[in-house]
T-cell receptor
């Protein structure tokens, strides 16, 4: 599995934008970039995913570098509820065999949001 | 709509015992995956089942096994428990043909003494 690198922790103030970086220099052409987050005492939840173009949804935006070796998850206005561990995950769109449906989580970034 | 449900919420076992964890996927989801999350680390993939067949397996010993039932619910079994098996066990379900988003349950916290 291609590896991702994220900062261990980041801090933000409530109602300010947050940019969470992820490096994936060994990404392959068929790897999608996924972001999940895990709130305290809960299972992970899907945030967003993309392949090449920037993506937006109701939760966040995903900015993907032109060479796809890095990406940034953008929370436009952080709230206290956004305090969580954020995971950047690469997933091969053609994943099959023993990798079928597998998500490979790293350590993630612990986001702290201050009131 | 109900999300992924798991039972029990918490469980305490002693070394050498056997444990069975249960998962009910979201209605209409036919794929179920299991993950182990040790404190302070990200979840690690254990198994994926689709249509009652194993479709993926992570790097876990044979003490770990699972199965999926006709109603798509699933069980994870762990034999000969070790202290290192203490973790949060997460179940995730996915729609039939759309694997880009997995829906996770709240997990079962297993403590092995």
């Amino acid at each position: 599995d291609a590896k991702t690198t994220q900062p261990n922790s980041m801090e933000s103030n409530e109602e300010e934008p947050v940019h969470l970086p992820c490096n994936h220099s060994t990404i392959s052409g068929t790897d999608y970039i996924h972001w999940y987050r895990q709130l305290p005492s809960q299972g992970p939840e899907y945030v967003i995913h993309g392949l090449t173009s920037n993506v937006n949804n109701r939760m966040a935006s995903l900015a993907i570098a032109e060479d796809r070796k890095s990406s940034t998850l953008i929370l436009h206005r952080a709230t206290l509820r956004d305090a969580a561990v954020y995971y950047c995950i690469l997933r091969d769109v053609y994943a099959g065999g023993t990798s079928y449906g597998k998500l490979t989580f790293g350590q993630g970034t612990i986001l702290t949001v201050h009131p | 709509d109900a999300g992924v449900t798991q039972s029990p919420t918490h469980l305490i076992k002693t070394r050498g015992q056997h444990v069975t964890l249960r998962c009910s996927p979201i209605s209409g989801h036919k794929s179920v995956s299991w993950y182990q999350q040790v404190l302070g680390q990200g979840p690690q993939f254990i198994f994926q089942y689709y249509e009652k067949e194993e479709r993926g397996r992570g790097n876990f010993p044979d003490r770990f096994s699972a199965r999926q039932f006709p109603n798509y619910s699933s069980e994870l079994n762990v034999n000969a428990l070790l202290l290192g098996d203490s973790a949060l066990y997460l179940c995730a379900s996915s729609p039939v043909t759309y694997y880009n988003e997995q829906f996770f349950g709240p997990g079962t916290r297993l403590t092995v003494l």
